[in-house]
């Protein structure tokens, strides 16, 4: 698999001196697709924040995977459209986390909008055809968060149209990567966390570092290398998840308006504070592009977006930068 992001310039300790840091790195599969942990600390600590770091991931995909009929998501699927479901703690924040995100992306970012992922068939790779626009009405009408009571004091969920679902696919990675940071920092100098391209950077001494995004029509290229010191980071795009359809491509990443694939941009990169709103923000400005951008950079100060598209002139992309202007 194409990495969307690139760490460039990390470095690798080799012979260690009683109580002096270490540069310590690792990979491994989890949730669809490989995290890294690149932690710089002390050495007898790492097994133990290696482990922390690993089992947040753990319980996010107990909670969250849809691929198993066990995980609390996919209970809850099956049964909020007959009575509200009531959820763990950790369930019940990481919705309040997509809640807001709907709200403050006017919808671009929906986690109802499962049951057209279902009808586009982007769990599998290919298609014999194309949904109809009737399909796609009646498939329309389970969607929208509107139509999802919540109830904060019993931390229920109830769906109001029979046939909902819920997809945290857009945010469950960036919210995991958040509660692997909040279980190491404390006890690191400086480390990386990156599940699938989705990453948080942290440094007590508040170095930068630098940062490849992937060139969106050429995945051995860079794009682009941007400096994030402490803060989050995460791409989504149409070129890595999508089904394929007289050779057209359709991306994964879906207009709830609409129900029609996202198709205006190559890719878009979110660099924010928390890796759960870089997350959501880069699926929700793929949707909708810089309006709802220069939305968010003002609600959330700091915030930055790159936005690919093919160029209108040349063959090859351009780059629009949503950032908050120096004063
Ligand atoms: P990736 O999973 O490749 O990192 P994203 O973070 O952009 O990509 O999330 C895409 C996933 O989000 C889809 O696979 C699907 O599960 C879900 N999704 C698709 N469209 C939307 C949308 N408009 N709002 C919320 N979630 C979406
Ligand atoms: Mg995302």
Not at 231 to 260: M, Q, W
């Amino acid at each position: 698999m194409w990495k969307k992001i690139f760490i460039l310039f990390s470095i690798i300790q080799l012979s260690v001196l009683p109580g002096e840091e270490v540069a310590r790195k690792v990979q491994f599969p989890v949730m669809g697709t490989v995290a890294a942990f690149d932690f710089t600390g002390e050495a007898e600590d790492m097994p133990e924040l290696f482990a922390a770091g690993k089992s947040c991931f753990e319980k996010v995909t107990a909670i969250a995977n849809l691929h198993k009929v066990d995980s609390e998501l996919s209970r809850l699927n099956a049964t909020a459209d007959q009575k509200p479901f009531i959820c763990s703690p950790e369930l019940y924040r990481l919705l309040q986390d997509a809640r807001r995100a709907w709200i403050d992306s006017n919808g671009a970012f929906d986690i109802s909008a499962k049951p057209l992922m279902d009808l586009w068939g982007f769990y599998r790779k290919h298609r014999r055809s194309l949904p109809q626009a009737e399909d796609i009405a009646g498939v329309l009408r389970k969607v929208g968060l509107e139509k999802v009571k919540f109830n904060d004091e019993l931390r229920s969920v109830y769906f109001t149209v029979k046939g909902m679902q819920l997809d945290l696919g857009g945010i469950a990675k960036g919210y995991a990567v958040d509660r692997a940071a909040e279980s190491v920092q404390k006890k690191l100098s400086r480390g990386i966390i990156d599940l699938g391209g989705n990453l948080r950077l942290f440094d007590h001494s508040c170095r930068s570092r630098r940062v490849g995004i992937r060139d969106p029509l050429d995945g051995g290229r860079l794009a682009g290398v941007i400096t994030v010191g402490n803060g989050a980071v995460s791409t989504s795009g149409g070129y890595e998840k999508f089904v394929t359809y007289n050779n057209k491509r359709y991306c994964h990443i879906i207009d709830p308006a609409s129900g029609l694939p996202a198709e205006k941009f190559l890719s878009v990169t979110a660099v924010t504070a928390n890796a759960v709103d870089a997350d959501w923000m880069s699926t929700a400005v793929f949707v909708r592009g810089s309006v709802l951008a220069q939305n968010l950079i003002k609600k959330y100060p700091g915030t930055e977006f790159y936005i690919y598209k093919e160029s209108e002139k040349l063959p090859g992309w351009e780059l629009i930068h949503v950032k908050q202007p120096y004063f």
